[in-house]
């Protein structure tokens, strides 16, 4: 009889096979020479299916849990390796993967109360003070402000800025009918996609020519477009993914306000500036945004998924309410049983909140707030490199800890060339972006642990590998 990971025999059961999986990371990421595996696709693939032989045999392997955990550690990515910046990707803190453990273990599903009665209260409690921190306004007073948000706003757990976007647009269509997006030119493609989904309009585009949203084109979009108040909705970003920009946020909410739009911000990537004191500021605007989408599996070093959207208004979430009796029977709610089948529009749900909840009662403000300056420093260090080294060109300063950058006079072939080669020898994992009509290199730094000499190490691999 295989044995249960829950009940009273699961830590017993557990222990052993917890030392399994920690040597087989151990062993597996030791056979990587970097943060990638070497070899490209095909390499990487053929190791892979060797490991797994044939995937349902007949009889069972004892010793697959070790062999496939080591032979995805020797196939992984490792986001915590220095030179992994390619994307928002960031390295789980290890509390929060501990927390993670064990809401797999406990497994409760938050469709139904009596499937996770304390998970289902831990969700409302930590949703609701995220929300109260979204809309507390950067030099306002928190405590107020925060009262005030705990009242009145809330949060919704999402697998990532994907699902936050589009139940974005839902509520928005759901409240006001007939819907139009406006957004900037670099707005995420899940919102065009959104509005593909809901059936809602072509989104209208307005220009970003310094790749953040143009207030000007966007109160001439919004005279023009005029309809009835709501029917208009603008998303902006407030960390781009190609650069971590931030768009204007006061002056978008300001023409908002003024045309009677409806405002959502895209905060997945430069939300988590809202734990740093120093950082914050950037984020002035934010509070008056209807809805703010979040993703802690980024600048929140969650493990993933761990996404939110939140509403200024917790009424704005009516229409998500949905009924089966099995879960959220009438006499059951009557009775004081939560319904909890208004949350999200997934059914099953894992309780995602407990690793978020862990880590912000672990670190605090001022651990997150700490760790989110010393990523955001490492960035402008690293710009400052690229700016004095005589073989490259830096796109800009960083807004967040996303840094661009191209070997001087390179092509754009050579710059794509240059990029696919360090993965395939899985020396480096370097993003790409194109701006101002030119291909950059892009370094997204989310590891604390980074230091100047890793930063230094991958300048000098790219150089290395860029012909002259």
Not at 394 to 402: A, E, K, N
Request: proline share 7%.
């Amino acid at each position: 009889m295989s044995p249960l990971a829950s009940g009273p025999q699961g830590p017993t059961t557990l222990r052993p096979l917890l030392t399994t999986v920690l040597d087989a990371l151990t062993a597996g990421a030791a056979t990587r020479d970097g943060p990638l595996p070497a070899g490209g696709p095909t390499e990487v693939a053929a190791r892979l299916r060797e490991a797994l032989g044939d995937p349902f045999p007949e009889h069972g392997d004892e010793d697959a849990l070790r062999t496939l955990v080591q032979a995805l550690a020797a196939g992984a990515a490792d986001p915590a390796d220095p030179l992994c910046t390619a994307h928002l990707h960031c390295p789980p803190l290890a509390v929060a993967t501990a927390a993670d453990l064990a809401a797999s273990v406990l497994n409760p599903s938050l469709d139904s109360w009596d499937q996770a009665p304390a998970a289902s209260e831990l969700e409302a409690l930590v949703t609701r003070a995220l929300a109260a921190e979204v809309y507390a306004e950067a030099g306002h007073a928190r405590t107020q402000a925060a009262t005030q948000a705990r009242s009145a706003g809330d949060a919704l757990v999402t697998t990532g800025g994907n699902e936050s976007n589009q139940l974005a647009l839902l509520l928005a269509r759901e409240h006001h009918g007939h819907t139009q997006l406006i957004c900037a030119e670099n707005a995420h493609h899940s919102l065009r996609r959104a509005t593909w989904l809901l059936g809602l309009p072509e989104p209208v585009t307005v220009p970003a020519p310094a790749g953040t949203m143009d207030p000007a084109a966007l109160g001439e979009a919004l005279t023009a477009l005029r309809g009835p108040r709501g029917s208009l909705l603008v998303a902006a970003t407030a960390g781009t993914t190609d650069a971590g920009l931030i768009d204007p946020l006061p002056d978008i909410a300001t023409l908002c306000e003024t045309h009677g739009a409806r405002l959502h911000i895209d905060a997945a990537y430069g939300g988590g500036l809202l734990f740093s004191d120093r950082h914050r500021p950037k984020l002035d605007g934010l509070a008056r945004a209807h809805t703010v989408t979040l993703d802690l599996h980024k600048l929140g070093w969650q493990p993933i998924a761990a996404g939110l959207l939140v509403v200024r208004d917790r009424h704005d979430l009516a229409p998500l309410g949905h009924h089966a009796d099995y879960l959220n029977a009438d006499d059951d709610t009557e009775a004081g049983l939560p319904d909890l089948l208004g949350r999200s529009l997934r059914t099953t749900r894992r309780p995602d909140i407990l690793k978020i909840a862990v880590t912000l009662k672990t670190l605090g403000r001022t651990g997150l707030g700490d760790l989110v300056d010393q990523v955001c420093a490492r960035a402008t260090e690293f710009a400052e490199l690229i700016h004095r080294h005589p073989h490259f060109e830096l796109h800009d300063r960083p807004t967040i800890s996303t840094v661009l950058f191209r070997p001087t006079g390179a092509t754009d072939d050579t710059v794509a060339a240059v990029r696919r080669t360090l993965l395939t020898e899985g020396r480096a994992v370097l993003g790409r972006a194109r701006l101002d009509d030119r291909l950059w290199l892009k370094a997204t730094l989310l590891n604390p642990h980074t230091g100047a000499d890793d930063l230094a190490a991958l300048l000098k691999l790219v150089e290395g590998h860029t012909p002259r």
